[in-house]
């Protein structure tokens, strides 16, 4: 069995190629832009490869050629930009797509949409866009402002007061969004190809830094668990994704976004027992899994890692 990890220099993408090595069965090919990303480094030299970014015009053929070169039987891919554009063309790739569908894509990656799909089957913050009639007004402040789209050239900031708040202009289009006052959560959830939730491991993010979490822990939440489950059957997961949580004023968990992809934090969950790359391969392969899989409260912290290599060893430039 031979699969592709795309963004393996990224956080989420080494704990895909980690767990897969781990399996024995699986031949496994890391892809990143950079020539020095780390995990690239955790395959063999005979297993590395070289793309263009995600957003560039080549990316999708230069993909399909490795798979074609390769011989990969599935493509795993880490990054958010490259999922909608592999997912378009799951059925031309020349391999399995161990992502979710493109109708799921698109709508996790659009707050306002998902808002929207979501409001129904769990508790979502008010999330109007920015610039019509519904966002003028009504506000409690402080709230959120952020990019509609995941991948948004434009971070998240809190905004104080009404002024401050018309005086936010930018050229990409801008949710706001009701600020709750608890506690945020990040639940990793596992769905089989016709949606059935095998597991979900709420995380605490405890420590983090620039967006990635460095210390959190595994907690049993029957709410959290509810919650992000019926987000998934909303959206139609299937295979992976991260449910970001957080408690209203009245200790009920909100929906923050879906991150459709295997989040960074997934070290802490397959330690914790569930070691969803591994399950997700069988998944979309249709081989046997359980039907639930359960896991054990642990705590994580993280640290640099380094790769050392024969420097003749370090690819050359695309």
């Known amino acids: 069995m031979r699969v592709l990890v795309t963004g393996a220099g990224g956080p989420a993408g080494a704990a895909v190629v980690r767990s897969l090595l781990r399996r024995g069965d699986v031949e ?11 995990g690239l480094y955790l395959v063999d030299a005979p297993h590395r490869r070289l793309v263009p970014a995600g957003q560039a015009a080549d990316f999708v053929p230069a993909v399909r050629q490795i798979v074609s ?12 930009v490259e999922l909608p554009l592999l997912a378009a ?25 998902l808002a929207r799909t979501c409001a ?10 920015l610039g019509t009639v519904q966002a003028t007004s009504g506000w409690d402040f402080p709230v959120v402002v952020k990019a509609r789209r995941a991948g948004g050239s434009r971070g998240v900031q809190t905004v104080h007061s009404q002024a401050e708040l018309d005086a936010v202009h930018d050229e990409e289009d801008l949710v706001v969004q009701e600020l709750l006052p608890g506690d945020e959560f990040s639940v990793d959830v596992l769905a089989d190809l016709e949606g059935h939730v095998v597991a979900a491991v709420p995380r605490a993010r405890l420590r983090v830094d620039h967006g990635v979490a460095v210390a959190g822990v595994t907690v049993h939440d029957d709410a959290l668990v509810e ?39 997934m070290p802490l969950t397959v330690a ?24 054990a409260e642990l ?16 690819m050359e430039p695309r």
């Not at 070169?69 to 958010?80: E, G, L, R």
């Not at 020349?94 to 799921?104: D, K």
């Not at 914790?272 to 896991?295: E, K, Q």
Request: a negative charge.
């Open 28 to 38: 496994v090919f890391g892809a990143d832009t950079d020539r020095w990303a780390g």
């Open 69 to 80: 070169d390769d011989a990969i039987d599935v493509v795993f891919p880490t990054v958010d």
């Open 89 to 113: 063309v799951r059925d031309e790739l020349g391999a399995v797509l161990a992502s979710p569908s493109l109708r799921t894509v698109e709508t996790c990656l659009d707050a306002l949409t």
């Open 120 to 129: 129904r089957t769990v508790r979502v913050p008010r999330t109007e866009l």
């Open 227 to 265: 919650a992000a489950s019926r987000v998934a059957r909303a959206v139609g997961l299937t295979t992976v994704a991260s449910v970001r949580l957080r408690y209203d004023g009245s200790g009920v968990p909100a929906l923050l976004e879906v991150n459709p992809r295997f989040p960074a934090g």
């Open 272 to 295: 914790s027992g569930v070691d969803m790359p591994s399950l997700t391969l069988d998944v979309v392969l249709g081989r046997p899994v359980p039907s639930c899989v359960d896991f």
């Open 299 to 314: 705590a994580a912290v993280r640290y640099l890692e380094d790769v050392f290599l024969p420097v003749d060893e370090v």
